[in-house]
């Protein structure tokens, strides 16, 4: 097993465009998360899920950002009508039920022109 | 709120020198608290759990609840400690991890 893995590593897009990030967690864990980071911040959560169950979801995530985790394996996470300060790393990341370690991808980033 | 506080943004210390990396955090529990870091190039991954009570890479970090911290300490800084470094807490009953901005410590030769 390489760990999390996330596709793609790089998206540039232009303002308004869709786009689709897809993470692999580390097989067994039941823990798939969401996070977002930008210049100079640490990582900010977006979503959480059990299994397939979204379970948390922050109240920063606007009715364009959409997560889901169908069969409970890999996760895709969506962001429809891209405005510029979309423009982050998002990081995915697994987490085993014990203990709460969270496992992270090397991120995908995103730059929204 | 929760809130997770790294009040350095850049630590510089000469190689040799002893370390302290600040963290303070606002939760009314009792929360599971990490330190992650970030090797350049390299992914964020888990340096210490408190509830481990484990000194990893020489580092070691208390939980203190009256002042509701949990600073990172290592004695002696190496090189190859220069990274950012993430203070990061669970309330508890949730699985929800929140981040502080992170400090980057360089060690100098």
């Known amino acids: 097993d390489t760990g999390v893995s ?98 992270f991808g090397e991120g995908s980033r995103l730059t929204v022109l | 709120a929760q809130r997770v506080t790294q009040p350095e943004k850049l630590l510089s210390v000469f190689k040799g020198a002893p370390v302290e990396l600040k963290c303070n955090y606002s939760y009314s529990g009792s929360p599971e608290l990490f330190w992650y870091v970030q090797y350049s190039r390299q992914r964020l991954q888990l340096l210490l ?15 203190n609840k009256g002042e509701t911290s ?14 950012m470094y993430y203070c990061a807490l669970i309330p508890s009953g949730t699985y929800k991890y929140i981040f502080g901005t992170g400090t980057r410590l360089k060690v100098l030769a």
């Open chain 2, 49 to 63: 759990r408190h509830i481990s009570r484990e000194s990893i890479k020489g580092f070691t970090a208390d939980l």
């Open chain 1, 6 to 103: 996330q596709d793609p590593r790089h998206k540039i897009t232009k303002r308004g465009q869709n786009v689709t990030f897809r993470c692999d967690p580390i097989s067994e864990h039941n823990r798939l998360y969401w996070y977002r980071q930008t210049l100079g911040q640490g990582p900010e959560f977006l979503t959480y899920f059990q299994n397939e169950a979204q379970l948390e979801k922050s109240r920063l995530l606007s009715d364009r950002f959409s997560a889901e985790r169908p069969k409970g394996s890999f996760s895709t996470l969506e962001i429809q009508r891209t405005e510029q300060g979309d423009s982050a790393m998002y990081l995915c990341a697994s987490s085993p039920k014990d203990p709460q370690v969270l496992f």
């Open chain 2, 70 to 83: 949990f600073h990172l300490k290592k004695p002696f800084a190496q090189e190859e400690d220069s990274a």
